[in-house]
């Protein structure tokens, strides 16, 4: 782990496979690369095969980004709003990225592409899995900054029964092996009692998708 990320309190497994690395970043520095990140690739909703768009907006950066469409999600090397690339992924993101894969054993992770939610007051996320990525070998490193949320683990079903995990500004949480395919979603997220001018929650998944 190096010195820059090193965690403040101590890991837990809170579903097997899936770590919770609590305050394992500050996120001053992340906030201002996503402020860099967004005047080339801004947050956009993307529409969906069913005929809407997605609940939050979102943006990429890195070699390979997320996209959605009226065909189907995949992984792009260009930002369909411009036809550019995505922004560069800053080295910061790569090496926390990496360091927080390592601290769980997940040694080789090599992330290519970085998907950025924003999330609002109100919004939530629907349960889903992380599949469009061709090695399920490779774990999904997820940083929450901002707004608290709670992220719930439906494990291999779609709805039911879900492990909730509270996550704060600076959580990271890494899933893989046989975690890997769980379904998951995030809550309505709400306002923050002890800092009520904080409006979004950011997160940034950081996926090995080639
Ligand atoms: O916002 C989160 O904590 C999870 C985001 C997520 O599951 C995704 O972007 O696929
Ligand atoms: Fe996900």
Known sequence: MSDLFSGLRS???VYPQ???LPSFTQTKMLRQLIVTIIKQAPFRKMATPNG???NIPLTNCGDWGWVSDEQGYRYSETDPLTGHPWPTM???FYQLANSAAAAVGFNNFSADACLI????IGSKLGSHQDKNERDFTQPIVSVSIGLPATFQIFGHRRSGKAVEINLYDGDVM?????SRMMYHAVKTIKANPNNPAQRYRYNIT???SQ
Do not use: A, M
Not at 117 to 120: A, G, L, P, V
């Open 11 to 13: 890991t837990t497994e």
């Open 18 to 20: 899936t770590f919770l």
């Open 52 to 54: 809407h768009y997605t």
């Open 90 to 92: 800053p080295d910061y």
């Open 117 to 120: 939610n924003q999330y609002k």
């Open 174 to 178: 890494v899933w893989g092996g046989q």
């Open 206 to 208: 950081f996926r090995s």
